[in-house]
């Protein structure tokens, strides 16, 4: 089935180990995207890239990177984790970085003891 | 950044029952969706609305992009429990692209049989 795969599913971390979500799309999206979802706040867009080879930063980007080195895969790493990273992280893609209809994945929750 | 409220924040009903949201912005928007979140799960897209003024359905999902731009209304008709879930709103703002999406904060519908 055609979609986003999202790995791990979940994960707990200990603070100040470094880890690597992965997000694989096969749907041949040029635009990828990674948000955080915590409690009363919604979803808010960690970082982004219109096309392979090129990335952006969101509206809450410290902590994280990310790079898109081919169309299909957009792993997001967080080099030192704390626990404000403790939260549910969705990636997400669109045909392009103009069409809005976005599809996302079915997320990874992480936990940063 | 942009701000989107979104209201109710939750809400009981009925099976059987109407149902209706909405989303205010605090700008004019070019693009609003609609999304439902299950738990568990990614958001998945519902209603995508272009054009102010613009009604759209999907099965007994009716939503409206408002006319001024900065607002947008999800009906739910004849409630059934599969609803449950969390809508989310999302809008593009007139000059931005997909990376400039704003989601609300969600509408946690429960029903009751």
């Known amino acids: 089935i055609a979609g986003i795969t999202q790995a791990p599913t979940s994960q707990i971390l200990a603070a100040g180990r470094r880890m690597t979500l992965r997000c694989t799309q096969d749907?041949?999206?040029?635009?990828m995207y990674w948000y955080r979802q915590d409690l009363g706040l919604g979803l808010r867009l960690i970082h982004y890239?219109?096309?392979?080879?090129?990335?952006g930063k969101g509206e809450v980007p410290d902590g994280y990177s990310v790079s898109r080195a081919n169309t299909d895969d957009f792993p997001l790493t967080l080099a030192s984790a704390v626990p404000s990273q403790t939260s549910v992280y969705f990636c997400?893609?669109?045909?392009?970085?103009?069409?809005?209809?976005?599809?996302f994945g079915q997320g990874t929750r992480l936990t940063v003891v | 950044g942009q701000q989107l409220n979104q209201s109710p924040q939750s809400m009981f009903i009925q099976e059987g029952e109407d149902v209706s949201m909405n989303c205010t912005s605090s700008s004019i928007f070019n693009t609003w969706l609609w999304y439902k979140q299950d738990p568990g799960e990614g958001p998945v897209l519902l209603i995508a609305l272009y054009k102010a003024g613009e009604l759209t359905s999907n099965g007994r999902l009716t939503a409206q992009f408002g006319i001024t731009r900065k607002d947008s209304f999800l009906n739910i008709s004849a409630s059934i429990p599969s609803d449950v879930g969390i809508y989310f709103c999302?809008?593009?703002?007139?000059?931005?692209?997909?990376?400039?999406?704003?989601f609300g904060t969600g509408t946690r519908l429960q029903v009751t049989l």
């Open positions: 997400a893609s669109s045909v392009d970085s103009v069409n809005t209809e976005a599809f």
């Open positions: 999302a809008g593009q703002p007139y000059t931005g692209t997909a990376s400039k999406l704003t």
């Open positions: 890239s219109n096309t392979a080879g090129t990335t």
């Open positions: 749907m041949r999206h040029n635009a």
